[in-house]
């Protein structure tokens, strides 16, 4: 059924959208009869330049409206080659967003059922349409249309100032929001900042956890603060798409094939796929083939909480992997080889060179020396053939320019997108 | 004479493919791109001297020396004055600053200025004087406000040779005299003057500043002229320290002469070499030749916004004693940061939207944020057609209810 719906999608954008038009007939894939599999297969990969070049002449359907009341406009947090502005209608988003909810009870009643629709967002501050990251905006200025408060933080979430830290949970306290909406660094940094306080309880119901990767440390202080009567759960989204997946209450990822259609691209490793996106039924600016830059493993065994939607593990960012040899090795895999140690608050491993990676650590109390031969352990396991893996202790780890935290930096010298 | 596509040969970065392919750099307002010459400059420095100024007696510290001083003199010989009025800054903010903190003002001292002013050349003053405006809504200074103005006795006057955001150059041969009649001190700002117009200073000029950065040059590089009579009335240099003195005691200290005495530490010597090549990169395209194609230039970007009835271009139509710096403001778009990012992503066009740093401007005359068209020597009249047509399509894509 995906697959047809995937089919129809592109036979549409070819009707509707010049930049779809202009490139499947230059790939002479210009869709004769009814769409079928085979032409849908042989239809080119899109990647997010197309939609950054194309937008919005040539991305955009010319026969839809962009009243902002109809369309939400979404502007990626990424810097330079990675960012994009995408538009959705809201109803497709909400969409979206209802039936991947639906693939976690717990979550579902806590949010959908919540009496009232406040949200509070704690995340980095572009990924938000307010300035959030001064101290001298009001929780007013930061309460968005849908009813959304974004939480004030700074650009630099671990260097968020306790000042801005006790208007964070004041604002909480004062809205008293039906669910948080947030960042899995950020809220454990939040985290951290509610037991130095003393503090045990925060308002809310649930937990979505979406923006970044879920990190083991991360999860722990989360934990911590958030016991069993407040579902926790990671969300799978992407400001292309608005919601695509959800943890069930399982702890399993599943992907919503409702709404979307998926195929997952081999990569040099065979576990790992990149994660390629179809939209469906999507008139306004449709995604075909797009191919997302994130990284998954398929889980082949079934869930037993009986979604149908396919079961992945999220491995992060192409770009946020770091290499031994010709190996990559991905943010997920260095979060397995050492997000469990306890004594672990925060970490980032970055690749200085071919040869050499770096891993910067934030510890609770304890025997630093004997917790930084124990990451340098654990990470020469996942990167054999380094010839250099040093750890050390610090006090201090920056996010990126886009106020994410990465725990993985790319090969030294990345993240240019130069051609 | 050489041509366009001469002077585009010898920028590297024209040379950089995006997204789209092509760039088209317009935003020559907040810095212009470099030549390979005066890249090769700033490397040649750090690559084959790069030795300390002044104070070594070695073969490299003389070398690095000479050529420092000899770009002090270039720059002298540029402005038509001596060197001993040149100060090396890091950029004409650096230089107002200097000037601000030197003079020994009072708070209720009045400094009168245009509101068109860059915050650069206000909040120095703002901080520690009264200010009295200067209209200036047609991108003008008002002539019977400039002279209400000097009735009120200004200490100082502050003037922007080229307005960052209108283009339009002031008409500082008339003006510039009668503040200093008036009694005031004259402080030019010609951060956007320098790069479009031979600049030079009129004996009734106190100060003026401006940044190598726009004008072909590195950044962390400008220049700070002082007139000798400003430098007689500036207290002690606000900040000291090797360089600026002659001879220290545990007791007293003597100050040097200007301008070493404005120029503490190690400066940006290897910025020094890079504004040299660039000076001497615009005396081989030549005043004359510079300002025909700055018209030319003009003259394409302000017919273009008049032939569509959605734009309006900020300090109207005239070309007259105008640079080629053209900001548009975008009918019913109070917010076109996403029209410049379009250009950019989807079109490869380079250019600014916002404040420009002029926000009183913005908000005295109740404009809204604009998009500004600033091109220079290596753009071409197809490049700015192509800027109004990608804005077109930009524009109709977005605007539609
Ligand atoms: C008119 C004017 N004055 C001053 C400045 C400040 O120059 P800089 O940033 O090099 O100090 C600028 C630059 O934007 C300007 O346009
Ligand atoms: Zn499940």
Redesign the interface.
Known sequence: MGLAAACEEAAYAYEHIPFFRELFDRSELRPAGPPDERWFRRLPFTVK?DY???????V?N?DE???PDLVF?S?SSGTTGE?L?TVVHRDVLAERMLSTVAMNDGIRRNVVGSHNKRVARLAAPNCSDVECATPFTTMNDRVLPDGTLVLPVAHDVLATPPSMVDQIIEELEAYQPAWLYMDPTHLAFLCEALAERGITHIPGAAVILTYSMCARPAMRAIGSVFGDDVPVAEVLSMSEFGWLGMECGYGARHLNTECFYFEFLPTADDEIRELVVTSLGDVLSPHIRYRTGDLVEVVADACPCGSPGPVVVHHGRTSACVRDGSARVTARMVDQAIGEIEEIRFYRVDQLSEQAVRCRLMLHDCDHAKVTRLVEERLREVLPTAGEVRASVVTHIEAERSGKFAYCGGPAGKGET?? | MRTVTDVRADFPVLR??V??GQIIYLDNAATTLKPASVIDAVAGYYSEVSANIHRGKHILSEEASEEYERVRAQVAAHLGVAPRNIVFTTNTTAGLNLVASGLPVRPDDVVGMPVDSHHSAQLPWRSRCRIAWIDAGDGQMRGDDFVRVLDRRPAVMVFTACSNVTGHCADLERLVPMAQRAGAYTVVDAAQFAPHRPLRVLPEMDAVAFSAHKMLGPTGIGVLYLSDRLIDAMNVPPMLGGGTVDWVVDTEFRIRRAPYRFEPGTPNIGGVYGLGAALRYLDGIGAEALRDHDERMLKAALSEAEARPYLTVLGGYSAENRAAIVSVVVAGVDEPS?IA??LS??YGVMCRSGFFCSQPYFQRYGHPAAIRIAPYIYNTEEEIGATFRALD??YH?????
């Open positions: 330049a950054r070049r194309g937008f919005p002449a040539q955009v010319p409206s962009l009243n406009t502007r960012r502005i130069r051609r | 950089r493919k997204d789209t996403e990012r379009c992503d989807s399509s930009v894509v977005l605007r539609r209810g």
